[in-house]
């Protein structure tokens, strides 16, 4: 029988942080992607909750957390999830995080090593592949972010004329990346609406040899190129890196539940 998820608020000097929480044992942070709230994880955590302690908060200007007005950064949120643990005296915790989650989570290990007993990541932002784009996806995707309106109402009039042709999936898929651009200006800002040198700034390469703790980089079977070329930079930059192949896309999450659970359960057990 499922465990009852707990819902709650509490004030931080940057605002006021909104989480889920279920279970006890070994504490396990979930952290988020770019354009998803702490919701997205309900399904993995409802499957360990039995023996671990869950918690996932929505981060800064995500989800039901509050959204100050205030320049937002990967420090920013790094500073803001060690004020929350420290809040809830949280301690030698693991952190399983996806996306710009991952790149929060690296962050956070590499600033606080003694307080991260490991990490789990899919799709980790904050590092650079080899088609020379950052996580934010450059100046492409930089492009695609400053011009999201004028790009959706171009699609939505070409929308008819790609349905008669056989070709309106391609405009579905790129509606939806869309949806998620102006849906959230939070990720845009971290991601693309900053200066090129502060984003290069908070890049982790420069800083994995200082990496202490283990970290699994879960790798779906069908994930697209881009997210495995994200896994593959990652492992690259530090011996404390491990990557796993698990069943389907590891970016959807409801429907690798199952497999994502198990490695992370294994993770645990074995650090």
Known sequence: MPL?????????SSGQIFWREVGSGPHIIFLHGSWTDSSDWLPVMDTLSHEYHCLAPDLLGFGESDQ????????LEVECLAEYLKALSLQEVYLVARDLGAWVATSYALKHPEAVRGLVLLAPYGVEIKAGH???KGKQGSWLAQNAL????LLLLLYPLA?????????????????RLL???VARQILFDRRRAEIEAE???DRFDWLKTQVLVLQGET????????CSAYAQLSPQVEVRIVPGNSEDISATTESIALQIKEFVISH
Not at 163 to 179: F, S, Y
């Open 223 to 230: 994930d697209p190129p881009k997210v495995v070329a994200l």
């Open 4 to 12: 009852p998820v707990s819902n709650s608020r509490i004030k931080l």
């Open 163 to 179: 349905k008669l042709l056989g070709c309106h999936r391609t405009i579905d898929r790129l509606l939806l990346r869309l949806e």
């Open 68 to 75: 100050p007005e205030t320049h937002y950064s990967i420090s």
């Open 150 to 153: 004028l790009v959706r109402r």
């Open 134 to 136: 950052n996580a934010s």
């Open 203 to 205: 890049l982790l390469h």
């Open 183 to 185: 849906s959230s200006g």
